[in-house]
C-alpha cells in the first residue's frame, strides 16, 4: 500500500504542477499513472473512504513538513483516487484512464 501511495503521490503532483502537453518529455508520468493504476486494481473494492484516508496518510508522510500539505493531500486523494477507481469500475483499461487523466 505504501507503494502505491507514493506512486498516486508522484502521479497526482505531477498532473497538478505543470499542464501535460502529449510528447515524449511526459512518458515517464505516463508509465508512472499506469503502474499506479495497476497496483489499485486489487484494492479497488475497499471503499473510497478507505482508498482516501490510506492515500492521505501516505502523502503526509512525504510531505507533511510543507505549508498546507493536509489540505493538499486531502484535495488529492478527492480528485484522484475517486477518479481511479470510478473509471477502473467502468471497466476502463489503464492505458484508458490515464488519458482520461492527463497523464498520457
Known sequence: MTRLIFVLLVIALAINSTPVVINNSNVIVCEICKMAVKLII????KDLDQLEKEFI???MTL???LPYAEK???ALAKIEINAIKTLLENGSAPEEIC???HAC
Open 99 to 101: 488519458t482520461t487523466l
Open 72 to 74: 493538499e493531500c486531502k
Open 42 to 45: 486489487p484494492e479497488a473494492d
Open 63 to 65: 510531505i507533511g513538513w
Open 57 to 59: 496518510q501516505g502523502c
